[in-house]
């Protein structure tokens, strides 16, 4: 049983352009979790979404930055015209469906360069 | 001040030490993680607790509900467990994560 998958690992945009980080949750998980990591700072939460839901968003930014967690494929974060400020580590985590206290589970995150 | 604090922010201890970190929390709570973050790598629960005491292998974590804190321990400390590890705390019906900003933890052969 995989664990929860982000890709890519790394990735290097320029300024102006759209960077898209991929988040695969654990099978049978159907909650998604988005967490960024400045550096030198602690985890902040993002988004909260289920299947084809968006539940919290209350941590996203207000501009440029969307997500979304279609019926089939992966859960996806979007920025658009990325700054040097976007610049962090960017974490999903997932947890299974049901209501209750469920463990999130943690994808190894993607690291976000913006030159 | 923060929902979650912890303490200490950075811990230098020798191999072998007995080692605690401590979390605080100001807001109600339906569970609480404990996760270990090395450099640059990806993040680990240790635990997930809501009440009393867990333990596995060399680290103990236990919470106080009532007093809003909760501890982790670790055992005959090895280089390593060098890592950051940071408390997150779980509430509201959506289960919303927040996050301490970490204990620096190195440990010295």
């Known amino acids: 049983n995989a664990g929860v998958m982000q890709n890519p690992r790394h990735l290097v945009r320029r300024r102006g352009q759209e960077a898209r980080l991929r988040c695969s949750p654990m099978?049978?998980?159907?909650?998604v979790y988005w967490y960024r990591q400045l550096p030198e700072e602690g985890l902040k939460f993002m988004v909260y979404l289920q299947k084809e839901n968006i539940i919290d968003e209350s941590g996203m930014p207000k501009e440029r930055f969307s997500a979304e967690f279609p019926k089939e494929g992966p859960s996806i974060l979007r920025i658009q015209q990325v700054v040097r400020g976007d610049s962090a580590a960017y974490f999903c985590a997932s947890s299974p469906p049901g209501r209750g206290l469920n463990e999130q589970f943690f994808g190894p995150g993607t690291r976000l360069t913006v030159l | 001040k923060n929902e979650v604090e912890q303490s200490p922010q950075n811990l230098t201890a020798q191999e072998g030490e007995f080692i605690t970190i401590n979390c605080s929390y100001s807001?109600?709570?339906?569970?609480l993680h404990w996760l270990q973050q090395h450099p640059g790598g990806g993040i680990v629960s240790l635990f997930m607790?809501?009440?009393g005491k867990k333990k596995h292998g060399r680290l103990i974590a236990t919470i106080n509900i009532q007093e809003k804190h909760s501890s982790l321990h670790i055992t005959a400390s090895h280089p390593r467990d060098s890592a950051v590890y940071i408390c997150?705390?779980?509430?509201?019906?959506?289960?919303?994560?927040?996050f301490g900003t970490g204990t620096k933890l190195q440990v010295i052969p």
């Open positions: 997150a705390v779980i509430s509201g019906g959506y289960q919303k994560v927040t």
């Open positions: 099978k049978g998980h159907s909650h």
């Open positions: 807001v109600g709570i339906s569970a």
């Open positions: 607790l809501s009440s």
